[in-house]
């Protein structure tokens, strides 16, 4: 069973970094063509997609983040790690790392979720 | 684009609801539209996907469809039971991009 599961600091001062590492275990990250990707859902607020890779390479971002997102790959720990730059209290939100086996498909596998906030 | 969708419905249990997901701009007919529950602490989970297609494991309660007119997708969800209450998501892309709607709260009363 393929399982996802997000770490990394869960209060990240304003104007820092934030950097998440996503775990992939129970199968290969680059054995296949899948998406991998990152979502957030703020406080009291809804679903919002941040990035996807594609297996091969290709990045996707959210316009209105790709100034401040980077989305990168380690096979050898078969890990994938987001980091978003000059964080600010609207980045507060439940990270989630996800999978998708095709960009028409639903999301079929998500991490738990991690909590970040950002402090003043 | 947008997808928007109520911000809360309420219905009895056994009874049917329907949530509905609107498109901002071009027809959502173009791209499947996938629904996803998500229960408080947990992860979302899809319960439509392709428009109208249910995973292995959702019950025939859950329907889902696309009505070009209006250009928007439907949640239906009949036999309500409490256990569904929960925040419903829908979800599509284009070329570049995968859209989420703001969610809808359903509380079975």
């Known amino acids: ?120 | 684009f947008l997808l928007t969708q109520p911000h809360s419905v309420s219905e009895s249990p056994g009874k049917t609801v329907t949530i509905s997901c609107t498109g901002s701009s071009g027809s959502i007919a173009s791209n499947y539209v996938q629904w996803y529950q998500r229960r408080p602490g947990g992860a979302p989970t899809a319960v439509i996907y392709e428009n109208n297609r249910r995973p292995s494991g959702v019950p025939d309660r859950f329907s889902g469809s696309i009505d070009s007119s209006s250009n928007s997708a439907s949640l239906t969800i009949s036999g309500l039971r409490t256990e569904d209450e929960a925040d419903y998501y829908c979800q599509s892309y284009d070329s570049d991009n995968q859209v989420f709607g703001g969610g809808t709260k359903l509380t079975v009363l």
Do not use: H, M
């Open chain 1, 1 to 120: 069973q393929l399982q996802l599961q997000e770490s990394g600091p869960e209060l990240v001062k304003a104007s820092e970094t934030l950097a998440l590492t996503c775990t992939v275990s129970g199968g290969s990250i680059s054995s296949s063509s899948y998406y991998w990707g990152w979502i957030r859902q703020p406080p009291g607020k809804g679903l919002e997609w941040i990035v996807s890779v594609y297996y091969v390479g290709s990045t996707y971002y959210n316009s209105s983040l790709k100034s401040r997102v980077t989305l990168s790959v380690d096979t050898s720990k078969n890990q994938f790690s987001l980091k978003l730059t000059s964080v600010t209290a609207a980045d507060t939100a439940v990270y989630y790392c996800s999978r998708q086996s095709n960009w028409a498909k639903p999301i079929d596998y998500w991490g738990q979720g991690i909590l970040v906030t950002v402090s003043s």
